[in-house]
């Protein structure tokens, strides 16, 4: 592969609407999924692709991310820091890897990606400043963002993460043959669905991970 930037996956959130939702005290990331969990199934994908990646993530789910991945891949931002939004998240995963030829920003509750549509985003950042998935003409993630955007990236802040970066700039979709790319889980009926292979596709906003 040409071109292999850095993954930043997202696993700051609070999953608000997973536990609002559920009598469970566990975080969604921390759900099973088959003889995994929903953030190790995530990163199975991410390692896979043999490109650099980095965790963003809170204390709480230190335990459950240090046993998949180097200690020295992971970003730990307070809950404060958490609170002020996926912006800052993604500004805190591209800070800590600055030298990176570009970024990919994958959300940690994505477990249906495939390693394929990851390293196909990353291969379109060669040529294009902004890229991204699409499964049938619906945008998915990863989203990704090329070396010159660094300055940009790391001033974002708040809920509405990267969008004015995607829309100031050409973004170049990348269509891919995965539904996966469309499926994060929000809610435990989600889980549920991806658990038992009736899925139901909901595409997220590319300006927006997380």
Avoid: N
Avoid at 42 to 51: P, R, S
Avoid at 75 to 85: F, P, Q
Avoid at 125 to 131: D, G, I, W
């Amino acid at each position: 592969m040409r071109h292999r930037p850095t993954i930043v996956v997202l696993a700051a959130g609070q999953g608000s609407r997973f536990a609002a939702a559920s009598s469970a005290a566990a975080h969604k990331l921390e759900q099973g999924l088959g003889e995994s969990t929903v953030l190790g199934t995530t990163l199975g994908h991410v390692i896979a692709t043999a490109c650099p990646f980095v965790v963003v993530t809170t204390a709480r789910l230190v335990p459950l991310a240090s046993t998949l991945v180097a200690r020295c891949d992971l970003v730990v931002i307070s809950d404060d820091e958490a609170r002020r939004g996926v912006g800052h998240s993604i500004a805190a995963g591209v800070a800590e890897r600055p030298m990176a030829t570009g970024w990919l920003v994958l959300p940690g509750d994505m477990p249906m990606i495939s390693s394929a549509s990851i390293l196909a985003v990353a291969e379109a950042l060669a040529e294009h400043p902004v890229a991204f998935s699409q499964y049938h003409g619906r945008r998915g993630h990863p989203v990704g963002f090329a070396a010159e955007l660094f300055s940009e990236l790391i001033e974002l802040d708040g809920d509405e993460g990267a969008r004015r970066i995607v829309a100031r700039y050409p973004a170049h979709g990348v269509t891919v043959d995965d539904p996966g790319v469309l499926v994060d889980i929000d809610t435990p009926a989600d889980l549920s669905r991806v658990r038992s292979g009736q899925v139901q596709l909901q595409a997220g906003s590319p300006g927006a991970p997380g």
